[in-house]
C-alpha cells in the first residue's frame, strides 16, 4: 500500500539520519522508528520532527514511562514540541504521493551527502 511505501522511506530516513544510533543512550545497531507523537497523526506521521531512532530497550522503556518520554522531548525540543503538537492535530489532506516524493528526495539527497 502507499501508507507501507511512505512508512518504509519514513523509517529509513529516520535510521539515516540518526547514523545507526539511539537517540538516548547512543548505542549502535539496530534502532526502531519511535515517534513523538503517534502514527495515528497523519499529519506528523512522516516527519523527521516527529520520530527518533531508539534502541529497542529505549524505545520499551519509554512506551512503559509516557511522562519521562515527554519530559526527555521537552528538554531537547523545547517550545519546538508545542508546535509539532499543533501540527499533529492539523488536519492531512491525504495526499500519499506527495508523501512518498518528499520522502524519496529527502532519503536520495542525505545519501549523496555521505
Do not use: I
Request: one cysteine or more; hydrophobic letters at 35%; proline letters at 4%.
Amino acid at each position: 500500500s502507499l501508507r507501507a511505501r511512505c512508512d518504509k522511506l519514513a523509517r529509513e530516513l529516520c535510521r539515516f539520519l540518526a547514523g545507526g544510533k539511539c537517540a538516548l543512550c547512543g548505542k549502535v545497531g539496530p534502532t526502531d522508528w519511535a515517534h513523538v507523537f503517534a502514527r495515528r497523526h497523519y499529519s506528523v506521521r512522516w516527519s523527521m520532527d516527529n520520530c527518533r531512532a531508539l534502541c529497542r530497550t529505549c524505545h520499551s522503556y519509554f512506551t512503559t514511562h509516557p511522562a519521562e518520554w515527554y519530559w526527555w522531548l521537552r528538554q531537547r525540543m523545547g517550545v519546538r514540541l508545542d508546535d509539532l503538537e499543533r501540527r499533529a492535530n492539523d488536519r492531512w489532506p491525504g495526499d500519499y504521493p506527495e508523501v512518498l516524493r518528499a520522502l524519496t528526495e529527502e532519503l536520495a539527497r542525505v545519501r549523496g551527502r555521505r
